[in-house]
């Protein structure tokens, strides 16, 4: 090779390694929670403007975007519609209809005043967080009015505050769980009658010690000026299939996040309970705050969705920024920025997903923005999906892959180390565990081959134990029968 290839390469080399590591692309933090920069796990598709469905609105403060199977629906709430569309094969969003009523019996309003969400059942029943008209409408797939779910007429509600739904999630049996404003005692439960069932999900009490000192000697006038220790407002809502519903939280302070006790990612069972599983660093965002971009506070989702295998993926309004975690609270990818470029937000407010493409929405912008997938997040995703199927040598051979694209990922060691876990393979396991210093995981595969070894040679071990026990005594035995042969 010339001199002059051998520069062309070079600079070529630096060229790729500058698209790799741009500032505010794709980064994971390792053991020690630094940033370690990744290729992109996703990429660009196409950015959608109301222009592009032809209407004759711009889109007016959007709040929230829904996608089921392969249809999108996007809640224009300032101009009280939701546009329906077609997310087509070839990665396109195609326009579908505008929904800014529907039939409804004489005496119900059949408009919607500053809607705020859209969920859409399995049977095409539509649940619409018709926030300033204080309902929940229920419609069926061909838009005919069904029901509504109203203010709860029950002692155990607070009353006295206007009632504004604004978000809606609903079960396969059709039971509603709604999110109000000022109501924080959690998801408002409905049967699917409309029939106020209680509170589901209540968050738990905080407060800070230096206020509850503080009210211990303030005069009641200064007391009812203090913020009150109430639970805290969710602030996005998704139901997987299995019916559980993550949830997230926004409004925590700080040092919240050090004790795990601000939460901002929530999974939900039937009782209520928070079951959601955690890594030694909890599912928070951003670990690293700093001030480069005038902004010295954590991560504030917005809102959340779940993929395969309970891979979900969170928005943060803070920065921008989009968060995937795995069913154990791994950190798989984090990505996007403030600004106006392709791909950062300025204030993205809702996020859902269509097989493993995102649709995130950005209220300031009035957009849409499509993510797919690169070759690198499939293989991550790869190696989760066969990891869960039982397909532990594919697992294994995926992580390989995504090695090979990133030797600093550390999800791959790990991935890795319990593919050969699952086979058996011990000691392999015990070497990538070891590698980055997962403790846990190195102690289990460690436990196991230590088992598996003291099994393979327990017939040795027995031997060499019976001569260590019974060497002594055929000595002593020897030693006297000689003194006594020498007696004789």
Not at 139 to 146: S, V
Not at 244 to 266: C, G, H, M, S
Not at 350 to 367: K, Y
Not at 432 to 444: H, I, L, P
Request: glycine share 6%.
């Amino acid at each position: 090779m010339n001199r002059r290839r051998l520069l062309i390469t070079i600079a070529s080399l630096f060229t790729l390694c500058a698209g790799l590591f741009a500032v505010g692309d794709t980064y994971i933090y390792d053991v020690w929670s630094n940033i370690q920069k990744s290729p992109d796990v996703y990429r660009v598709v196409d950015v959608v403007y109301s222009e592009d469905f032809g209407l004759d609105k711009k889109f007016s403060a959007p709040s929230n975007v829904f996608c089921t199977k392969d249809m999108l629906y996007i809640v224009d709430s300032g101009n009280n519609r939701i546009i329906e569309a077609q997310y087509t094969d070839s990665k396109k969003i195609k326009y579908l209809r505008t929904i800014d009523s529907f039939k409804a019996p004489e005496g119900i309003v059949n408009t919607f005043a500053n809607p705020t969400d859209v969920f859409v059942n399995k049977d095409g029943s539509f649940f619409i967080a018709d926030r300033d008209n204080g309902r929940v409408v229920k419609l069926d797939k061909d838009l005919n009015y069904l029901l509504s779910f109203i203010e709860p007429n029950d002692a155990t509600y607070e009353k006295g505050k206007t009632f504004l739904p604004e978000k809606v999630v609903a079960d396969a049996k059709g039971r509603a769980y709604v999110l109000a404003r000022n109501v924080n005692k959690g998801f408002i439960k409905y049967e699917d009658d409309g029939t106020f069932t209680g509170f589901f999900g209540a968050g738990e009490v905080t407060y800070d010690w230096t206020d509850y000192i503080w009210k211990k000697f303030a005069t009641r006038a200064q007391r009812d000026q203090m913020e009150s220790f109430v639970p805290t407002e969710y602030s996005g809502a998704y139901i997987d299939p299995e019916g559980f519903i993550y949830a997230t939280v926004k409004n925590f302070k700080p040092y919240e996040l050090l004790t795990d006790q601000a939460k901002p990612i929530r999974r939900l069972n039937a009782l209520g309970n928070d079951i959601l599983i955690k890594d030694d660093l909890p599912p928070v965002g951003d670990l690293q705050w700093g001030t480069s971009v005038g902004l010295d506070s954590p991560s504030h989702f917005n809102d959340i969705t779940v993929l395969e295998n309970d891979i979900y993926v969170v928005v943060d309004e803070n920065r921008g920024r989009i968060f995937g975690y795995n069913n154990q609270g791994y950190l798989l990818y984090a990505f996007s920025n403030s600004g106006n470029i392709e791909g950062f937000f300025r204030l993205p407010v809702a996020i859902d997903h269509i097989n493993r493409d995102l649709f995130v929405l950005d209220q300031t912008n009035g957009s849409v923005t499509i993510f797919t997938p690169t070759n690198f997040g499939n293989m991550i995703y790869d190696a989760t999906d066969y990891y869960a199927k039982g397909e532990y040598d594919k697992s294994a051979d995926e992580w390989e892959q995504v090695l090979k694209l990133n030797g600093n990922y550390d999800l791959a060691y790990e991935g890795l180390g319990k593919s050969y876990l699952r086979q058996n393979k011990y000691k392999e396991a015990m070497e990538y565990f070891k590698t980055k210093r997962f403790k846990k995981s190195y102690s289990k595969a460690f436990m196991y081959y230590r088992k598996e070894w003291i099994e393979a040679h327990l017939g040795a071990v027995m031997v060499i134990l019976c001569i260590l026990v019974f060497t002594p005594f055929i000595v002593k035995f020897i030693k006297k029968f000689v003194r006594e042969l020498k007696s004789l």
